[in-house]
């Protein structure tokens, strides 16, 4: 075998060789972007619960009471007349509670009824945590016992 053949058989060598490299970064790249995805949807979802979890509490705690538990959770109320008086607060990216809503990555919505004269004693929200996207994470029905007394 001629010098000249031996480095042409090398060359291919090196460039099937870093081909089969290339093939599997890109693959590995792509894995880690999957799993960098899912492990942000997932610690969204678990902030977002916790944070879910502490208004809806908060909410059956002070008997519905938007003006308290807007207090309590940092938040602003958005409406408290017509239809359904509402509560927002505003987190930033490390899922703290913000007033700026330029600064907010996710936001927690509370809406209910507002407290009527002669209304039925038991009344509905509407919670539901999204991302400043719009893109929502999590939405349940909320409901308490405006009487007084609650009832687990």
């Given amino acids: 075998m001629s010098r000249r053949s031996r480095s042409t058989l090398f060359l291919m060598e090196q460039l099937i060789v870093i081909a089969v490299f290339a093939i599997c970064a890109a693959a590995c790249v792509s ?12 610690r969204d979802m678990s902030n977002a619960v916790l944070a879910a979890e502490s208004a809806a509490e908060s909410y059956k705690a002070f008997s519905g009471d938007l003006g308290k538990t807007a207090e309590l959770l940092e938040g ?47 009344r509905l929200g509407e919670l539901s945590v999204e991302r400043i996207t719009g893109e929502e994470i999590l939405s349940f029905p909320v409901a308490v016992n405006a009487g007084g007394a609650r009832h687990e």
């Fill in 76 to 122: 602003l109320i958005v409406s408290y007349s017509g239809e359904d008086a509402g509560l927002v607060v505003y987190y930033d990216n490390h899922w703290r509670p913000t007033h700026i809503a330029t600064d907010a990555e996710y936001i927690l919505r509370l809406t209910g009824e507002p407290p009527q004269v002669g209304a039925s004693v038991l």
């Fill in 31 to 42: 894995i880690l972007t999957a799993s960098y995805l899912m492990a942000r949807d997932t």
